[in-house]
């Protein structure tokens, strides 16, 4: 699935095995002896039937030019990680984020906790539904949104992709703020391209 050069990194996370990917730069004969690579790019595998055959989880590939807002290390249990861009510097004030969720064991269904992210985005200023759609599949079912909303003065995009199984839900969501000349429809445009090339459902038993 992975390339070489691909470090794995197993996360424990409220007693369910989950892991994400990590692939280092291609060292060269320049590089110190036992220098640490810097990171080239994140993958993550959150569970959706992490349980429960068939086992099915969703691969979120962070961006290349992407960090991530807490150190790696501290990754492990957490169930809620951030990512934004290597170019902003104050986390408070991102242009882009992706959010990665995971909810075990808790019988979450992805259409409840995408109604509750809606619920909590409309209560911010002039919030606009722009997209929405659930389906329910044999093993799991698939919820998803896109709002555009206003937060403190300034007018961003976020869409979220959650998918559940009996027990489990995770999903992300990957919000832009809107500056200079990007109009909503590219932004929404830019959030469908990393959909569609940097997410897919995961089969563990093939």
């Not at 790696?72 to 510097?89: A, G, Y």
């Not at 409840?112 to 659930?134: F, H, M, P």
Request: some cysteine.
């Amino acid at each position: 699935m992975f390339k070489k050069k691909t470090l794995f990194l197993f996360l424990i996370s409220v007693g369910a095995l989950s892991f994400f990917a990590v692939k280092r730069r291609k060292s060269t004969s320049a590089d110190p002896v036992n220098t640490v690579k810097p990171i080239k790019s994140i993958s993550l595998i959150l569970p959706v039937n992490a349980l429960v055959r068939p086992r099915l989880h969703l691969l979120v590939e962070i961006p290349e030019d992407f960090q991530s807002v807490l150190p790696l290390e501290t990754m492990v249990n957490r169930t809620m990680n951030e990512f934004i861009p290597k170019s902003d510097k104050d986390v408070n004030h991102w242009t882009e984020i992706i959010t990665t969720n995971i909810i075990l064991r808790q019988r979450v269904s992805a259409k409840s906790l995408v109604d509750i992210l809606r619920k909590q985005i409309s209560t911010g200023g002039n919030a606009k539904l722009l997209d929405s759609s659930q389906q329910n599949y044999k093993n799991y079912s698939v919820a998803t949104f896109t709002m555009a909303y206003t937060h403190k003065g300034r007018r961003e995009i976020v869409f979220g992709k959650y998918l559940s199984g009996p027990l489990d839900c995770s999903g992300f969501q990957y919000a832009i703020a809107l500056s200079g000349d990007m109009t909503e429809k590219e932004a929404v445009k830019k959030i469908n391209d990393f959909v569609n090339k940097k997410t897919r459902l995961l089969d563990k038993e093939k």
